[in-house]
C-alpha cells in the first residue's frame, strides 16, 4: 500500500511493510506476554528481533539514499517506545519473582561461627595451608 505524504512524496513500500512487520510482531508478543505462553514469547520475540533488525537495514540504507519519511520514523520510534516499555516491564516482573523466590528458597549461608563459638572453616584444622 502506498500512502501520499502531504509533501507529495511517496512512502517506500518496502518501509511501510518493514514497520508493519515490526508492529504486527510487537502486538503477537504483547499478546503472548498477557497470556503467559512461554512457547509463544520465545517465539513472538525471536520473530521481533528479527523484524526490528530488517528495519534497521532498511532505514539505514533509506536513509543513506533519500529521505525517510516522518510517518514512518514516528512509527518506527513508537515501536521502539514499545519495546523498551516491555523489556522493562519484564525486568521488573523478573526482580519480583527473584525476591519471591529468595523469600520462599533462601539461599544456604555458611555460618560465621560454630555452635562451639569458633570461625566454622568446613572441617579444615590448624594454621597451615596445604597445597
Not at 501520499?4 to 503477537?28: F, G, W
Not at 530488517?54 to 533509506?62: G, K, M, N, P, S
Amino acid at each position: 500500500m502506498i500512502r501520499l505524504l502531504p509533501h507529495s512524496k511517496q512512502l517506500d513500500p518496502a518501509l511501510e511493510d518493514t514497520v508493519s512487520a515490526v508492529e504486527s510482531r510487537l502486538a503477537a508478543l504483547g499478546e503472548a506476554l498477557c497470556e503467559r505462553d512461554s512457547a509463544a514469547i520465545d517465539s513472538h520475540a525471536t520473530e521481533l528481533h528479527r523484524a526490528l533488525a530488517r528495519a534497521v537495514d532498511h532505514f539505514t540504507h533509506a536513509a543513506r539514499h533519500g529521505d525517510v519519511p516522518q510517518l514512518l520514523r514516528r512509527r518506527l520510534a513508537s515501536a521502539s517506545g514499545q519495546v523498551a516499555a516491555q523489556r522493562e516491564s519484564l525486568a521488573r516482573a523478573t526482580a519480583a519473582l527473584d525476591r519471591a523466590i529468595e523469600v520462599l528458597m533462601p539461599r544456604d549461608t555458611p555460618g560465621l561461627y560454630s555452635s562451639m563459638g569458633g570461625n566454622d572453616r568446613g572441617g579444615v584444622r590448624g594454621g597451615s595451608i596445604q597445597a
